[in-house]
């Protein structure tokens, strides 16, 4: 089913290792399976900024945090245009795994001016709901095999988590508990997206 009008628009927010992929995926998957036309996408995102991000940033640092807020920032207007605004305008729901707060709580966390990272993405469109699922970063690190991004370490994630809590704390994020099993925060994540689907449906009629 797509939503008439305007589709709807998730975030799902969270430290490395928080979960957050494997729970946009069950989520996407548990929209299809109750007949919602959802569709999975992501930050940095497939397009060439997201690309050079994921190859040359993520693993490999060499740019100033302030370089590094305007590139994430640069992918989501990207992202916006070629993916996120096109399937809303086709009545799709779109489950982004991170987004804004993401360059809040990260670039945020190396010392850079929050309100500058607001403004940077001042004219990004905002999700419908925006989720941050939590785990301490001991959980988060212990959860993470292979290389480790340039974030993921113990310092770095207490840095991020703390933003991302703050922004839970300002109503600007919805907490879920990234600590119960996977089908038990499915459960809560598919509960809230239900909800905010049902009031826009609502409001459309
Ligand atoms: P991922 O773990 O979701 O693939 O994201 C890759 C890394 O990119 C992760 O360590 C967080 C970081 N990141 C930022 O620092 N700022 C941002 O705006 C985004 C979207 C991601």
Do not use: C
């Not at 993916?83 to 707060?101: A, N």
């Not at 991020?160 to 990234?178: E, F, S």
């Amino acid at each position: 089913m797509d939503i008439i009008n305007h589709g709807v628009f998730f975030a799902i927010e969270g430290i490395d290792g928080s979960g957050k992929t494997t729970q946009s995926r069950d989520l996407v998957d548990s929209l299809i399976k109750n007949g919602f036309n959802a569709v999975y996408t992501m930050e940095p995102s497939k397009g060439y900024i997201g690309t050079f991000i994921k190859k040359k940033i993520i693993m490999n640092k060499k740019v100033s945090p302030e370089v590094e807020a305007l590139l994430f920032a640069a992918d989501r207007f990207e992202h916006i245009d070629s993916e996120i605004l096109p399937l809303l305008r086709k009545g799709k729901i779109v489950v982004s795994d991170r987004y804004v707060h993401a360059s809040i709580a990260y670039q945020g966390a190396q010392g850079i001016d929050l309100e500058w990272i607001e403004s940077l993405n001042y004219f990004t469109i905002e999700p419908d709901l925006a989720i941050y699922i939590d785990v301490p970063p001991s959980v988060g690190i212990s959860r993470k095999k292979g290389k480790k991004s340039v974030f993921e370490n113990l310092e770095s994630l207490s840095k991020v988590r703390k933003i991302y809590q703050d922004l839970v704390d300002k109503g600007n994020l919805t907490l879920i508990n990234g600590m119960k099993k996977r089908d038990e925060i499915g459960k809560d994540l598919y509960k809230l997206a239900l909800q905010t689907i049902e009031e826009k449906l609502r409001s459309q009629t």
